[in-house]
């Protein structure tokens, strides 16, 4: 399985903007579909955003979707979560997560992701 770090995370203002990163080292990162969840303090952990393994194919959750764009570079072993007009409910922390399937609903699933980051902090202010 491969280890996952994000960065990219920070303080911005509503209707600002952030792009995360997910760099994968240590396995085969292209056979990987990989997934973008956040966990608010006091909140279960969401789904955000997937991306198939070849970066052909993406599903949002309803709540981003128009907003926030997942995409992938194979060949720098990254997944990328561009965020705009971001809200202060969009605050949490971020996490990627990698997993050998992707299927519907969500593309990926907390339950099948067998790699994890650290995740990375996104705050926004009203």
């Known amino acids: 399985q491969v280890q996952l770090l994000e960065s990219g995370g920070g303080l911005v203002q509503a209707g600002g903007s952030l792009t995360l990163s997910c760099a994968a080292s240590?396995?085969?990162?292209?056979?990987?579909?990989m997934g973008w969840f956040r966990q608010a303090p006091g909140r279960e952990r969401e789904f955000v955003a997937a991306?198939?393994?070849?970066?052909?194919?993406?599903v949002y959750a309803t709540s981003v979707e128009g907003r926030f764009t997942v995409s992938r570079d194979n060949a720098k072993n990254s997944v990328y979560l561009r965020m705009n007009s971001l809200k202060p409910e969009d605050t949490a922390v971020y996490y990627c997560?990698?997993?050998?399937?992707?299927?519907?609903?969500?593309?990926?699933?907390?339950?099948?992701?067998?790699?994890w980051g650290q995740g990375t902090q996104v705050t926004v202010s009203s």
């Open positions: 997560a990698g997993s050998p399937y992707y299927r519907p609903p969500t593309g990926v699933d907390a339950q099948s992701s067998n790699s």
């Open positions: 240590g396995g085969t990162f292209s056979t990987y579909a």
């Open positions: 991306i198939n393994s070849q970066g052909s194919n993406a």
